[in-house]
């Protein structure tokens, strides 16, 4: 068989070795360097003997004495063998790299379960699964919960698996060198927040560093009172909706109610309104873009039980996940069209007056005040910043203040001493006023449903825990430490619930927040907005809201609690298992007229 430099390449190099009778016997013939390409690419043994047998036959005469032939042949072995030195090299090198650092991340894993050592643990489930399971999101959960708290009162620790330990501290002693440390220190931690990432994007909830820092300084002044003021009568109007839609499922002589979607609606309505000034009528007729915010934020609570669906690549490929993209391009959508609008008019009008037309109409929205700001160097908000913004309010703002009031009325509803004192403090405040809504200046005249709505967001805080992850070594008070690299859960769920910091703390009992016994308290041991430099920049906001909703539904409904008793269910946010049912009776009252009913659409 004839080898040249052009010749069929198609068989196995074996084969033509061996079989090759025809290999060039004629000694002015070139030797095909292809044919000794061929022969040495077969290392080892094979080459070698493939080498003999060419020597052999074919060396002596023609243009490559056998010497140099010999030399040539094993000139081209010693390259590859050079060849293969090196690979084999580079491949022991990567070998050893892996394996340093396999035996580097072993030896940390092993110095850090010693210094965690001085924390106290719960049983372990089993080795590999630590304490997984043990804290469901469910009722059974929430014991757990309450009984480690119990047990440990300050600080332990918990294995999410094999070599994932959490830092669980439930009290306020303990929750300072966190919660102060500047935003560097103890950042949020990525594992629980990345979820949000599509959707939120760099907004004030997930950035870090110098971004947030910036951020926040720009973003404060969208929650000062003088913006805040208007949205009391947007408030007032969509509690009036609520109100009328719930008349309309009046049957008998109460009306059940799953209060959590009900309010949820609501709240969205009212957000919508503040932050875009966008009447969607959501609470009469489907929305598709306020059913997009709730079905994203059902799936994050999904995505959240389902350990294998964590990693980004994968669940963007389930149906799950592919659902979740749709709903953040539809939500996507409608913020930037509403920022390109407003845009187009600002250019038109200029900012001054811009702003004069705005301040004239009385509402300043938070799309508004985001186009308007600028930071220290005059650089304003780009397109995609105010995006992520508007749309981490309409997430934050809207599950949490509707998880503050429905418990709240679940807790009234538990009480209905404490539901007739609230009552009856509204009655007074509003007395001979027509219409019956609830002003700036009322806000501040309803201490007594003010404690009920703190005591509920203690018994019941709508976001049970913060997680930051320690960049350095965190100080405890008692001297331990935190090591650098670990993550901390601190537990607004536990605190709230810890018999260390509050007597009787599964009594629901608004006279806590009485201000001379109030006063006695740790700031830290009421913290439903978390504390320090990552608290809610919504708290006001959220409190404002609440005190209208509540008001204007006790006025004008007796809540009584359903049949059987809610189970809590510790998600993002605490909702309940299978809704939170309460039962409404509608009270006789002059600021729901019936004209209203007759208006009212059908839900
Ligand atoms: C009862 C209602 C609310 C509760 C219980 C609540 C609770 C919280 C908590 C605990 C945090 C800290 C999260 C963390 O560190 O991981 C937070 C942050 C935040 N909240 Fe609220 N929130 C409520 C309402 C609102 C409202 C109405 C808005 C906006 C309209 C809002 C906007 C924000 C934002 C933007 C952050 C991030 C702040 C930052 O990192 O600088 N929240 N909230």
Redesign the pocket.
């Known amino acids: 068989m004839q080898i040249t430099g052009d010749g069929d390449l198609g068989f196995p190099e074996l084969q033509r070795t061996e079989t090759d009778n025809s290999a060039p016997t004629d000694s002015r013939q070139p030797l095909p360097t292809l044919y000794f390409t061929f022969a040495s690419k077969n290392m080892g043994e094979g080459c070698l003997l493939q080498c003999g047998s060419l020597k052999d036959r074919e060396s002596p005469r023609g243009m490559l004495p056998g010497s140099e032939w010999l030399s040539h042949q094993l000139g081209l072995l010693g390259l590859e063998l050079r060849v293969s030195s090196a690979l084999l090299l580079i491949f022991l090198t990567f070998s050893i790299w892996i394996l340093g650092k396999g035996l580097t991340f072993v030896h940390q894993c092993y110095i850090n379960c010693q210094q965690l050592r001085c924390f106290p643990e719960p049983p372990l489930q089993n080795w590999f699964k630590g304490h997984v399971g043990l804290i469901k999101p469910s009722e059974e959960g929430v014991k757990n919960i309450i009984k480690f708290v119990t047990t440990f009162r300050e600080v332990f620790l918990m294995w999410g698996g094999p070599i994932h330990p959490i830092v669980f501290i439930c009290h306020p002693d303990y929750i300072r060198p966190v919660t102060s440390a500047s935003a560097y220190i103890a950042p949020?931690d990525k594992l629980f927040?990345g979820f949000f990432k599509h959707w939120l994007g760099d907004?004030?909830?997930l950035s870090k560093g110098d971004k947030?820092s910036q951020r926040?300084r720009l973003?404060t002044p969208a929650?000062h009172f003088d913006i805040l003021k208007p949205y009391i009568k947007i408030f007032n109007k969509s509690t009036d909706i609520m109100h009328m839609n719930w008349r309309q499922l009046y049957v008998g002589d109460s009306i059940r109610l799953n209060v959590f979607d009900h309010i949820s609606l609501m709240t969205l309505d009212s957000?919508q309104k503040?932050?875009f000034s966008h009447d969607s009528h959501c609470q009469e007729k489907p929305s598709p873009y306020i059913s997009a915010i709730l079905e994203l934020s059902s799936l994050v609570s999904k995505r959240n039980q389902e350990p294998v669906l964590y990693w980004d690549h994968l669940y963007y490929l389930t149906s799950q996940g592919r659902q979740f993209l749709r709903a953040c391009h539809l939500v996507h959508g409608f913020t930037d069209d509403v920022i390109q609008t407003r845009r187009r008019i600002l250019a038109e009008q200029g900012s001054e007056a811009f702003l004069r037309n705005k301040i004239k109409g009385k509402t300043v929205d938070?799309i508004d005040v985001l186009l308007l700001a600028k930071d220290e160097e005059g650089k304003a908000l780009s397109d995609k910043d105010i995006r992520a913004e508007a749309d981490?309010?309409m997430f934050?703002?809207?599950d949490?203040?509707a998880?503050?009031l429905s418990w709240a009325l679940y807790n009234l509803a538990q009480h209905q001493e404490y539901q007739d004192r609230c009552r009856q403090e509204i009655q007074e405040l509003l007395r001979g006023r027509q219409p019956e809504e609830i002003e700036w200046d009322d806000l501040s005249q309803m201490p007594f449903l003010t404690m009920c709505i703190k005591e509920s967001?203690r018994l019941h805080?709508?976001?049970v825990a913060?997680?930051r992850r320690c960049t350095k070594d965190i100080q405890l008070p008692d001297g331990r430490v935190i090591p650098k690299g670990n993550i901390c859960l601190v537990s607004?769920f536990g605190t709230h619930h810890n018999p260390s910091v509050w007597s009787n703390p599964e009594v629901y009992d608004p006279y806590r927040f009485e201000f001379d016994n109030f006063q006695k308290m740790s700031p830290l041991a009421f913290?439903?907005?978390?504390a320090g430099?990552?608290?809610?920049?919504?708290?006001n906001?959220?409190?404002y809201?609440?005190k209208v909703v509540l008001a204007l539904t006790l006025l004008r409904f007796r809540i009584l609690p359903d049949e059987h008793p809610a189970r809590r269910k510790p998600e993002v946010i605490l909702r309940a298992e299978d809704g939170l049912w309460l039962r409404a009776e509608p009270l006789q009252h002059p600021s729901m007229p019936e004209t209203h009913l007759s208006e009212a659409p059908q839900n």
């Open positions: 949020k927040y907004g004030l909830l947030w926040r973003l929650f957000l503040c932050v938070f981490t309010f934050e703002g809207h949490t203040t998880s503050g967001l805080p709508p976001v913060i997680a607004i913290m439903p907005f978390s430099p990552r608290n809610c920049i919504g708290q906001f959220a409190m809201e609440m």
